[in-house]
């Protein structure tokens, strides 16, 4: 997957690397130029100077060149000026016998210096490039008029390119820090040009699965409003279908509960007044059957509350969670009585009350169910000890039901709170019970965590925020 911030950089990056190396070959021929002018012109001077020391007269040439001034001429042999005299240009009279003759030497005119480059047998037998200048003077005598000189002066090519790399040296070390510096900018002007894309990237993935909210588009560019409206429109669209689907399981649950309760009622009645044992069997089984589809409606219209989409509109508070416990256990102990179970409130550690950020009747129906399930699947004579607690950092509060019975294998625990399914087949439950209890914590920003109770038994905890900033903190 490419990145954009990536492909930005490298389309805005590229170029800039492009145009530096394409500023320093430029650069390279420019000092290079530079180099061979500033060589040039040394060498028509030195040209001139030793011009200077020849000098015609009747008898011929008198050549006037000391030997200091050749010795400063030879005295670097890394930079070792080499020179030529020859009349008729080609007859040696001075210097060094090894310059080659300057190209096309037919058509050069008098008194105009001519630069070319050559190569040049060295003291090690290495053949080494030189830049040579040519200069060809005219002279005459009593004895030989209109007489031609040719004047050579030379010198190692590698100080020219020595010059020429130190002038792009030079050059591109401040070019080099701007390519840097302007490369910092456009990273840093990329970054913050893509920063609303992705905070609303993350705002996105940060969501909860119940949260439908339209997405904020204050701070979106205008290059970002189509997408975010596209996606709220997609949100809106998710939040009807799943209004309408509540609405739908809500109303189909209110329309069979009235029946449902008459048809309890007037099997209860029946069950009174029939005296046939088989026909109380039949009725018993109609009443059962009643019983099990009340309680069947009753979990999906408190599905439907607690499912996606109705999460945002809960009112929620704070609720002690101390005495939740305590009020619920009290109401639910003469039904532990009737099932032989023994259910209680675990002695608080502390006096602090216990509380979260939640939607009590939600939170009371969770519980309930779990209290519910502990006494319909753990057997008589069972333990039940229901205790609430809050973390040692403060942020979370724990619920806990803990039961001795038969609990529950390790490879059904991912699967029981799915709809639907159920771990056992003892029992007339419709398999929704831990699946409404993980809807309504999951839509507090909750954990419901299932462990081990030693040495049987199972222990179910609701781990849930103390406050609405945890809350949101966990959303995030």
Known sequence: MVSLQRKLLLWLLLPQLILWLAGGMVTYRLAAGYANRAIDASLVQSSRALLRQVKPIEQGLLIDFPRAAQEILEADPQDRVMYTVSTPPGRFILGNNQLPAPPGAASHKLDTPYFYDGEVAGDDGKRKAMRIAALYVAYGGVAEPDQTMLVQVARSSANQQELARAILADTLLPLSLLVMAMSLIVWAGV??????????????????????????????????????????????????????????????????????????????????????????????????????????????????????????????????????????????????????????????????????????????????????????????????????????????????????????????????????????????????????????????????LLSDNQPHGLIITLRLPVSAAVAQGSEA
């Open 191 to 448: 970054k913050a040009g893509l920063a609303p894309l992705a905070r609303l990237r993350r705002e996105v993935e940060q969501r909860a699965p119940n949260d439908l909210t339209p997405l904020k588009l204050d701070l979106a560019p205008v290059e970002l409003h189509s997408l975010a409206n596209a996606l709220n429109q997609l949100l809106e669209s998710v939040r009807s279908q799943v209004g309408a689907q509540q609405r739908f399981i809500g109303d189909a649950a209110h329309q069979l509960r009235t029946p449902l309760a008459g048809l309890k009622g007037q099997t209860k009645l029946a069950l009174e007044a029939a005296s046939d044992e088989a026909q109380r069997k039949r009725l018993t089984l109609v009443h059962q059957s009643a019983v099990r589809s009340a309680h069947l409606v009753s979990q999906l219209l408190l599905l439907a509350r607690a499912e996606p989409g109705a999460g945002p509109t809960l009112q929620r508070s704070e609720v002690d969670l101390t005495r939740l416990v305590q009020e619920l256990v009290a109401q639910m102990v003469p039904r532990a009585l009737r099932s032989g179970a023994d259910l209680g409130v675990a002695e608080a550690t502390t006096t602090a009350p216990v509380l979260v950020y939640a939607n009590a009747p939600l939170l009371r129906e969770a519980l309930s169910n779990l209290i519910d399930n502990a006494l319909h699947y753990a057997g008589e004579q069972a333990e039940i000890t229901v205790s609430a607690e809050t973390e040692a950092d403060g942020r979370y509060a724990l619920l806990k039901v803990i039961d001795n019975g038969p609990g529950i294998a390790a490879a059904d625990r991912a699967r029981v709170f799915e709809r639907f399914v159920r771990a056992t087949s003892q029992g007339d439950g419709c398999g929704l019970g831990l699946a409404i209890v993980k809807e309504i914590v999951e839509s507090h920003h909750g954990r419901v």
